[in-house]
Each structure stands twice: as C-alpha cells, then as structure tokens.
C-alpha cells in the first residue's frame, strides 16, 4: 500500500502492526496523492474537452468556411482581429509546446480524434488509482479510527478524524 521505511513502493504493509502516529502519517500521505491524482484528472478532463471542442470544429467547420467570409483571429486569450481564410481546407494544428503544424481538416480531424482517445484511456486508468487510493485511504482511516479509539476512549475519537 504505501512505502514505509526502507520498504519498496507497491509493498503490502500490515496496517494493524502500524502505530497511530504512523497510520497518521500514511494517512496524511494518502490524502496528498488523492488530492495531486484528482487535479490531474480534472486537468486531463478539461483537456480532452478542448480536444473534443476542437474537433467539431474541424470536422463542421470546413464546410461551412468561405474565403470571403471574416473570421475572429485570437491574438490572446482577449484579443481578436479580423481576418479571412486563405484556404479553408488547410488548418494549422497546435501539436503541442508551441509547435504547429499545416494539416488538410481530414488530417486534423484525425490527429484530434486520436488525442481524444487516448485522454479517454489516460482518464479511465486514472479512475482506478484514484478509486484505489481512496479505499486504501478509507481502510487506514477505520484502522485508524479503531487504534485511537482503544488507546484514548471516547474523547480521541474527534481526534482520528481530522
């Protein structure tokens, strides 16, 4: 469950031969990677939306492009000029840390098809690490719960939970 010690990551760890204090410590561990592993998933979420947003775009878009109609140009994320497309059947695809790359829209439409899929993957195995984690943390929580209650009586129950 959680490296101990000089014990090796992914190494099962007897929860009951554990102090409170170490169980506290686990625990606070635990918390930790359940909060870091749900901001990557909303990072991941919100990624694949823009993904998604760009391909319907691209896919709806090439036909309803005219050369002779003015388009918004984002300059910023607040700025927009006016602009006209050369040839709407060309885009330029953001691949990634500022590079970008001219693609017909069946080629865009492609590459951002794949990115969707694959976000898709990346968010279904992050689902089950997350849902691992927080039962693992739901164990050393009632683990917890159990060594304070022996230890301290009714009073240190408040105590385990925070």
Do not use: W
Request: proline share 2%.
């Amino acid at each position: 469950m959680a490296s101990r010690g000089g014990q090796q990551q992914g190494e099962a760890v007897d929860l009951g031969t554990l102090s409170a204090q170490q169980l506290s410590a686990v625990k606070k561990q635990l918390d930790g990677e359940v909060e870091h592993l749900s901001s990557s998933y909303g990072q991941l979420a919100a990624a694949q939306a823009k993904f998604k947003e760009c391909l319907r775009v691209v896919k709806s878009g090439s036909s309803s492009f005219d050369k002779e109609k003015s388009i918004l140009v984002p300059l910023t994320n607040s700025l927009y000029v006016k602009g006209r497309l050369a040839d709407p059947d060309r885009v330029l695809v953001d691949v990634g840390t500022g590079f970008y790359v001219e693609k017909t829209t069946e080629s865009a439409s492609e590459f951002y098809d794949a990115k969707v899929k694959e976000l898709a993957g990346n968010i279904q195995g992050l689902e089950g690490i997350v849902q691992a984690k927080t039962n693992n943390l739901r164990v050393v929580e009632e683990v917890l719960r159990q060594k304070v209650l022996a230890q301290g009586g009714p009073g240190a129950a408040g105590q385990a939970s925070s």
